[in-house]
């Protein structure tokens, strides 16, 4: 339970991780996290099944293109819209719907639509049988994270994103691109998305309509978490993570896809701005 | 000196005229200004009775679609962004399918108290969600019907994923047609003179300036419960005429469609208006039922207009009409450096 919980956790964090990097940076909220994630998922199963790429080449070209699609979204029709939160609001929902609902209409639905795990066994740990796969996840889980970190505590473009994040006038006038810096962290975020992607799929079957439920989970532990707090996400997805186990384990599995919204609700209750949600948000959420 | 073309807009004479002057002299500026206005009423009104009997129910659906946009519009002017709007509609549709099974009141009662209900209980499932705004609200909006659509598929309340079913049907389609036009003008006409009034008026401070809402000695907090309440009420009438109209009620109720509809009808007319989205509805019902064989894909189209008009016409079709009517354009050459906007 504590493992499975655990491991829940991870990919919990893996798909809100992408939201909340590009929201973070850009204060673009990107509704369309599901359709790149479904997209991704997809794009990796089409090389891998129909072309017949090897497994690295088909996912990493999976990754790429979807970050690629995320980096034209900014390019092509957020840029027009920057700062009226409504219409990027309506433009990237919109582009999510019209990804996944392409997808269905395509016919993307049943068991042929899976992607394969990377190596078929499992270990026991703690007296759990766990597939190789739950753990690839935990530790591609842990090293994205400290890359990320790295990457944007030690690089130029880094110290970039961040100085866009906390203002984003005086980041202009010390010769940093808003606009540019915004482009890539939609293209980031879509990155991420896709990778989370590539690791998760193989554990279940890829399907439209987890587009829409990985919106509404990114969306749930951001919320609890604090919008744009990294560390609130990671022990947001945890603390709903484990909830989930709890209640899977001991209540009722049918009620697990309650437990998000049932959270989210109480703390937004109690504490607007999530639980690492900094001052500022507290202003401007009232 | 490169010159540069820039365009001009200036307002007709006639526009002019009967704007400042409020003396209206002769037929032409009589009907400059009223034609646009009883035309469009008098069309529907025509054509809503002649149509052959398959678009006639397709005129009552789009008249149903139309009160969802004006009430997404009325939210969004309060600044309250609904990505879920599908949620107020289900609520009602959901609490009239109980009260006409379970208690078996005729569609004259159950549709007022399915309506009233559903108000009340979309306010509630709403109001954690008001101390947000912005894109926080839109974010929360999006999440609760979804949620909630899993709560009724696992609990089984109210007939669960069934619904409730064999309900009482509307009398004839000609009674169906006139009530639902007569409510669309009522919830159109009624919307825009609350929002002009100085009640109203609050309500558009919430969106533009809150904080001056909450300087006057207001609370945002008790504004907004009842611009919810309001908005709301018009979905669940929706919803409401909609389980009496189709005799069931099940989850169907919270179909995506309804809330990309109600969004991509404003958009497309124009928002902040109330007869922009009723525009945009008048062209994506008919639109709608004729991609009908698309299946699935009509989602698509929906949502790529949708995306469209918000990155290329973001003012949307109503400003564009009501521009293209009131003024006149032209080119005229303007020296470079000078730029316009």
């Known amino acids: 339970m504590l493992v499975y919980g655990f491991i829940n956790s991870v990919i919990l964090a893996l798909i809100a991780l992408g939201f909340s990097i590009t929201f973070g940076i850009s204060r673009v909220a990107n509704f369309s996290h599901g359709g790149f994630y479904v997209l991704g998922g997809v794009l990796t199963w089409y090389f891998l099944m129909k072309l017949g790429l090897p497994y690295f080449a088909a996912a990493g070209l999976a990754i790429i293109i979807v970050g690629m699609i995320g980096l034209l979204m900014y390019r092509v029709l957020l840029?027009?819209?920057?700062?009226?939160?409504?219409?990027?609001?309506?433009?990237?929902?919109?582009?999510?719907?019209?990804?996944?609902?392409?997808?269905?209409?395509?016919?993307?639905?049943?068991?042929?639509?899976?992607?394969?795990?990377?190596?078929?066994?499992?270990?026991?740990?703690?007296?759990?049988?766990?597939?190789?796969?739950r753990i690839i996840i935990v530790g591609a889980g842990a090293v994205l994270l400290v890359a990320l970190h790295l990457f944007v505590h030690r690089t130029r473009i880094g110290l970039a994103f961040r100085g866009v994040a906390q203002e984003e006038h005086t980041s202009l006038s010390v010769g940093i691109n808003p606009d540019r810096i915004s482009m890539l962290s939609l293209a980031l975020g879509s990155t991420i998305c896709a990778l989370a992607a590539v690791l998760i799929l193989p554990l279940g079957v890829i399907s439209v309509d987890e587009g829409y439920d990985i919106l509404i989970k990114a969306l749930a532990v951001c919320i609890i978490g604090g919008l744009e707090s990294t560390l609130g996400v990671l022990v947001a997805s945890f603390i709903i993570g484990y909830i989930e186990a709890f209640t899977s384990m001991y209540i009722s599995s049918s009620l697990v896809s309650v437990v998000p919204l049932a959270s989210m609700l109480a703390i937004l209750l109690i504490r607007p701005s999530g639980l690492f949600g900094k001052s500022k948000e507290i202003e401007e959420r009232v | 000196m490169i010159l540069q073309r820039r365009k001009e807009r200036i307002d007709r004479p006639i526009k002019a005229v009967t704007d400042d002057i409020f003396c209206l002299s002769s037929i032409r500026e009589i009907s400059y200004l009223v034609i646009p206005r009883v035309l469009p009423i008098a069309a529907i009104l025509v054509l809503a009775f002649l149509v052959p009997p398959y678009w006639k129910k397709v005129m009552v659906i789009t008249f149903i679609m139309a009160m969802m946009a004006l009430s997404w519009d009325f939210m969004a002017s309060c600044g309250l962004t609904s990505l879920g709007q599908a949620l107020f509609f289900a609520l009602g549709a959901y609490s009239t399918?109980?009260?006409?099974?379970?208690?078996g009141l005729p569609p004259y009662l159950s549709i007022p108290m399915g309506t009233l209900v559903g108000a009340l209980l979309s306010t509630g499932c709403i109001f954690p969600a008001l101390r947000l705004r912005g894109i926080y609200f839109s974010m929360v909006t999006l999440i609760i019907p979804l949620m909630l659509m899993r709560v009724i598929e696992t609990t089984g309340v109210l007939g669960g994923t069934e619904g409730t079913r064999g309900l009482t049907p509307l009398p004839g389609i000609a009674f169906t047609m006139t009530v639902s036009m007569a409510a669309l003008w009522a919830t159109f006409f009624c919307l825009r003179r609350l929002i002009n009034s100085d009640y109203g008026l609050i309500f558009l401070a919430l969106k533009d300036n809150d904080r001056a809402v909450e300087a006057s000695g207001l609370s945002i907090l008790w504004f907004k419960v009842q611009a919810i309440f309001i908005g709301s009420a018009v979905c669940s009438f929706s919803g409401a005429f909609m389980t009496h109209y189709y005799m069931s009620v099940g989850m169907s109720a919270f179909a995506l469609d309804l809330s990309v509809f109600p969004m991509a009808a404003s958009v497309v007319g124009g928002m902040g208006t109330l007869a922009g989205p009723l525009l945009g509805a008048m062209i994506l019902g008919p639109l709608s039922e004729a991609l009908r064989s698309f299946g699935s894909f009509r989602i698509v189209i929906y949502a790529a207009l949708l995306g469209g008009f918000v990155a290329a016409l973001p003012e949307g079709l109503f400003h564009y009409l009501a521009r293209k009517y009131q003024q006149i354009e032209r080119w005229v050459e303007a020296p470079s450096g000078i730029s316009e906007d």
């Open chain 1, 79 to 133: 840029v027009r819209l920057r700062g009226l939160e409504l219409s990027e609001v309506i433009t990237t929902f919109s582009v999510g719907i019209v990804i996944l609902e392409l997808l269905r209409s395509l016919g993307i639905m049943g068991f042929e639509y899976r992607t394969p795990v990377f190596i078929d066994e499992s270990v026991e740990i703690f007296g759990v049988g766990l597939g190789i796969q």
């Open chain 2, 97 to 103: 399918g109980a009260v006409n099974h379970y208690l």
